[in-house]
Nanobody
Framework: QVQLVESGGGLVEPGGSLRLSCAASGSGFSIFGMGWHRQAPGKQRELVALITSGGSTNYVDSVKGRFAISRDNAKNTVYLQMNSLKPEDTAVYYC?????????WGQGTQVTVSS
């Protein structure tokens, strides 16, 4: 079984920073791609960032230059460093991992950017 547990969301003022973490628990599987999605109220879920097993990254245009995705393979963990946060970044953020068992999703963590 694969389970993902997220942490690091919260309330931050515009221009602030947050770091999200997502750790996979379980055994007997390999992890390939990892990513972060988000869903704002009344909007569809969108892919924010992804990182391949080889370390290549890709971002949605709206976060380029502000967000950075990284992974620690030894810890089965993916991170999302979010800087220069804007009110439009407010959403529930979900991590995602493509594993040899199944595609796994985190439970979601709320990020609210407001003064």
């Amino acid at each position: 079984q694969v389970q993902l547990v997220e942490s690091g969301g919260g309330l931050v003022e515009p221009g602030g920073s947050l770091r999200l973490s997502c750790a996979a628990s379980g055994s007997g599987f390999s992890i390939f791609g990892m990513g972060w999605h988000r869903q704002a109220p009344g909007k569809q879920r969108e892919l924010v960032a992804l990182i391949t097993s080889g370390g290549s990254t890709n971002y949605v245009d709206s976060v380029k230059g502000r967000f950075a995705i990284s992974r620690d393979n030894a810890k089965n963990t993916v991170y999302l460093q979010m800087n220069s946060l804007k009110p439009e970044d407010t959403a529930v953020y979900y991590c995602y991992m493509a594993t040899s068992i199944r595609a796994a999703w985190g439970q979601g963590t709320q990020v609210t950017v407001s003064s």
